[in-house]
T-cell receptor, first 111, second 114 residues
Framework: GENVEQHPSTLSVQEGDSAVIKCTYS??????FPWYKQELGKGPQLIID?????GEKKDQRIAVTLNKTAKHFSLHITETQPEDSAVYFC??????????FGTGTRLKVLA | ETGVTQSPTHLIKTRGQQVTLRCSSQ?????VSWYQQALGQGPQFIFQ???????GRGNFPPRFSGLQFPNYSSELNVNALELDDSALYLC?????????????FGPGTRLLVL
C-alpha cells in the first residue's frame, strides 16, 4: 500500500549547524511533496513544498531535494536556530486527493 | 497562521458517546480534508469533502462521518466513541481536489475518550 518512511525520528544539532531529514515514498504516482512543521499544541504549518517536475527548491535557510527515480526527498535546514526546534513531517500526495504522512522527526536545536 | 479554524480546542468524552468537531476553511477554499493524528504519529487521512459531497475516504469505519456546508465549513462526527479514538483531529482546507493542491491545516481539536 501507500507508505512514506521518514528518518531519523529524533535529531539533535548545535545551533548554527545543518539538519537533514530524509523521506522515502512508495507510490510512483505521487507528484507533490510538502513539508510541515508542527510545534507543541499547534497544527502542522507548511514550510516548503516541491512538485515532481522540479529537483530542488530553496527558501532562505530551508531547501528540499527530490529524486523521483529513487523515490527519495529530503529537507535541509541550514544555520539552525533554537526556534527551528519542532516536529517535522514529510508528506507525499497519494491517490487522487490525500496526503500520506511520514511518522515525523523531532528536531532539537541546542543553544 | 492559516485562516483555518477549529472548535472546540479540547474535548473529553466517555466511551460510547458521540462527538461533533467543527472546521472553518480558509477564505477562498472549497475543499476540506480531515485527518486523525495519534500521539507521536503522523496525520492519517479520514475523508475529504468538496462542494458538500464526500470526495474520498481513508481506512476509517462508517461511524466516522462528515458534512460540508454551502459556506465550505465542515463537521466531523464520530459515533460510538472508542478509547482508540483519542487523538488530535485536524482539518485542512485547499482550493480544489487535485492531489497537487496545497492543504493548509487548522490548529486541531484534541479529543480524549475515557
Amino acid at each position: 500500500g501507500e507508505n512514506v518512511e521518514q528518518h531519523p525520528s529524533t535529531l539533535s544539532v548545535q545551533e548554527g549547524d545543518s539538519a537533514v531529514i530524509k523521506c522515502t515514498y512508495s507510490d510512483s504516482a505521487s507528484n507533490y511533496f510538502p513539508w510541515y512543521k508542527q510545534e507543541l499544541g499547534k497544527g502542522p504549518q507548511l514550510i516548503i513544498d516541491i512538485r515532481s517536475n522540479v529537483g530542488e527548491k530553496k527558501d532562505q535557510r530551508i531547501a528540499v531535494t527530490l529524486n523521483k527515480t529513487a523515490k527519495h526527498f529530503s529537507l535541509h535546514i541550514t544555520e539552525t536556530q533554537p526556534e527551528d526546534s519542532a516536529v517535522y513531517f514529510c508528506a507525499a500526495s497519494g491517490g487522487t486527493y490525500k496526503y500520506i504522512f511520514g511518522t515525523g522527526t523531532r528536531l532539537k536545536v541546542l543553544a | 497562521e492559516t485562516g483555518v479554524t477549529q472548535s472546540p480546542t479540547h474535548l473529553i468524552k466517555t466511551r460510547g458517546q458521540q462527538v461533533t468537531l467543527r472546521c472553518s476553511s480558509q477564505s477562498g477554499h472549497n475543499t476540506v480534508s480531515w485527518y486523525q493524528q495519534a500521539l507521536g504519529q503522523g496525520p492519517q487521512f479520514i475523508f475529504q469533502y468538496y462542494r458538500e459531497e464526500e470526495n474520498g475516504r481513508g481506512n476509517f469505519p462508517p461511524r466516522f462521518s462528515g458534512l460540508q456546508f454551502p459556506n465550505y465549513s465542515s463537521e466531523l462526527n464520530v459515533n460510538a466513541l472508542e478509547l482508540d479514538d483519542s487523538a488530535l483531529y485536524l482539518c485542512a482546507s485547499s482550493y480544489g481536489t487535485r492531489k497537487e493542491e496545497t492543504q493548509y491545516f487548522g490548529p486541531g481539536t484534541r479529543l480524549l475518550v475515557l
